[in-house]
Structures are given as C-alpha cells and as structure tokens.
C-alpha cells in the first residue's frame, strides 16, 4: 500500500505563487512516473505536468513558462512550484504517482488533493 500526501495549497493573489509538495510513503518498490493534475467545480480532471524517473518532463500549455514539477527521489517527494498564478488556475490539485517493478506493471497512486485558490 502506498500513501501519498499532499501539501502547500492556499488562497494567494493573482500574480502571486505557491509549491505544492507530494510526499509518497508505504510499500514503494519503485517509482516511474509523477505528476500533478487539477480539477476545477464542473470540469473534467486535467493534466498539469508530469515527470518521469529519467527526468523528462511534459507541461501542458497552459502552464508553461509559469510552473515547474521537480522532485527528490530520496524523499520520494515531488514538488510543484507555481509562479505568476492565474485566477483561471484555481482548481483542487492532485499528486499522481505509478508505482511498480517495471513497464506494463505499475499501479496509479492519488494524493487527498489540495485546493489552490487565486483571487484576482
């Protein structure tokens, strides 16, 4: 069983920023792939970036140049910096993680979610 939890959310100002931390604990044999989406009232969940164990990353358009997913595979720990936010950007972000032995043999991990709201 692996536990992932969620950090760092917040009511900030548009133009201002946030770092969302996912801390993964439990029975990790190894770790592939982690990410973050977000989910805004009426919408569908949504990718926001991700990052996998070698280190390549994928951002979704509407966050690029703005936020930036790192992690630390000591503390099996993901991060998520969010800079110049957006009043479009408020949403409850979620901490994605695949977790398993090798290719075509991983399980997807959610964190609890973490709302981040921008007033503007």
């Known amino acids: 069983q692996v536990q992932l939890v969620e950090s760092g959310g917040g009511l900030v100002q548009a133009g201002g920023s946030l770092r969302l931390s996912c801390v993964a604990s439990?029975?990790?044999?190894?770790?592939?792939?982690m990410g973050w989406y977000r989910q805004a009232p009426g919408k569908q969940r949504e990718l926001v970036v991700g990052i996998t164990s070698g280190g390549n990353t994928n951002y979704a358009d509407f966050v690029k140049g703005r936020f930036t997913i790192s992690r630390d595979n000591a503390k099996n720990t993901v991060y998520l910096q969010m800079n110049t936010l957006k009043p479009e950007d408020t949403a409850v972000y979620y901490c994605?993680?695949?977790?398993?032995?090798?290719?075509?043999?991983?399980?997807?991990?959610w964190g609890q979610g973490t709302q981040v709201t921008v007033s503007s």
């Open positions: 439990g029975s990790i044999f190894s770790i592939n792939y």
């Open positions: 994605n993680v695949w977790v398993g032995p090798g290719p075509g043999l991983y399980t997807a991990y």
